[in-house]
């Protein structure tokens, strides 16, 4: 598949200084098609989610996702219902915009084991699918770069991605898959193939992972400045069926801190390099 900019959509995490009504005046006039949008971002509109979301469509815009659910384990019965209730109000909020996908990052807890988490992750998961089915939402597991398996997430691989989804078994579960986590694996390309023959790819994020970063959450790369093989990862991508939109999503203190205007215009010409 060819990419065009009709196939590109941005984070507002990665343009993180501009609120979301600027952000989606300047995607537009850039040229980008979509927008997965952040929940501080829309909870900061002013107006409610609904109006939102209706000004982004407005700018000629397509909402991808919302960004973000989860965070479903924890040491506490009474915590882990609390990210359930937490998890259908987020459903409600993407409703509302008319997001057809929360992205998941699925938490996990220090003081119990990494398969206790997935485990409870899994029940958070089934117990808000009925809520995300009516509400019209598609609920996709992010898995994270295990650098982050202590706190943020206990699923790391495509492979615990899959198995969660096989394990659940609805049409409204799937995958995310973004390039900076799963780019080092090598059941990679297996893995995605699977999502694709049940039909879970549900998103494909991108940016790169910069030799020797500075921090390991905030200095994510443009495509092409790391060392990731992008083009690779997504030939594996569009062969499982995949033909969505490709999501920038960086987080970098750096990019944030500069003209933003010239940042989206690098980030065009970072996406149509990697062709």
């Known amino acids: 598949m060819s990419v065009s900019l009709d196939n590109l959509c941005v984070?507002?995490?990665?343009?993180?200084p501009w609120g979301l009504d600027t952000a989606a005046?300047?995607?537009?006039?850039?040229?980008?098609?979509?927008m997965s949008i952040w929940r501080d971002a829309a909870q900061a509109f002013d107006g409610s989610i609904k109006a939102a979301g209706q000004m982004v469509?407005?700018?000629?815009?397509?909402?991808?996702?919302?960004?973000?659910?989860?965070?479903?384990?924890?040491?506490?019965?009474?915590?882990?219902?609390?990210?359930?209730?937490?998890?259908?109000?987020?459903?409600?909020e993407a409703a509302e915009l008319e997001a057809p996908l929360i992205a998941l990052v699925v938490g996990a807890t220090p003081g119990q084991?990494?398969?206790?988490?997935?485990?409870?992750?899994?029940?958070?998961?089934?117990?808000?699918l009925p809520h995300a089915e009516a509400a019209g939402v598609k609920l996709g597991i992010e898995p994270l770069h295990p650098m982050y398996a202590d706190s943020r997430s206990a699923v790391t691989t495509m492979a615990q991605s899959n198995a969660i989804c096989d394990a659940i078994n609805h049409p409204y579960l799937g995958i995310a898959l973004d390039v900076f986590h799963v780019w080092w694996d090598d059941q990679l390309e297996e893995q995605t193939r699977i999502a694709g023959e049940k039909e879970r790819l549900f998103a494909f994020h991108i940016c790169d992972w910069k030799d020797q970063p500075e921090d390991m959450l905030n200095d994510r790369g443009l495509m092409g400045e790391g060392v990731i093989d992008i083009p690779q990862i997504r030939s594996w991508v569009n062969a499982s069926g995949f033909s969505g939109y490709e999501e920038v999503e960086i987080f970098s203190n750096k990019y944030w801190a500069m003209d933003q205007d010239q940042y989206l215009e690098m980030i065009k010409e970072a996406y149509l390099k990697t062709v």
Do not use: C, M, P, W
Not at 11 to 16: L, N, Q, V, W, Y
Not at 57 to 67: K, L, M
Not at 113 to 128: H, K, P
């Open 11 to 16: 984070h507002t995490i990665t343009t993180k």
């Open 25 to 34: 005046r300047k995607y537009a006039a850039a040229g980008v098609k979509g």
């Open 57 to 92: 469509r407005d700018e000629g815009i397509d909402i991808v996702s919302y960004v973000r659910g989860g965070f479903f384990s924890a040491l506490e019965a009474s915590d882990r219902q609390k990210a359930i209730d937490e998890n259908k109000i987020i459903i409600d």
């Open 113 to 128: 084991s990494l398969f206790e988490s997935r485990q409870q992750i899994t029940d958070g998961i089934a117990a808000v």
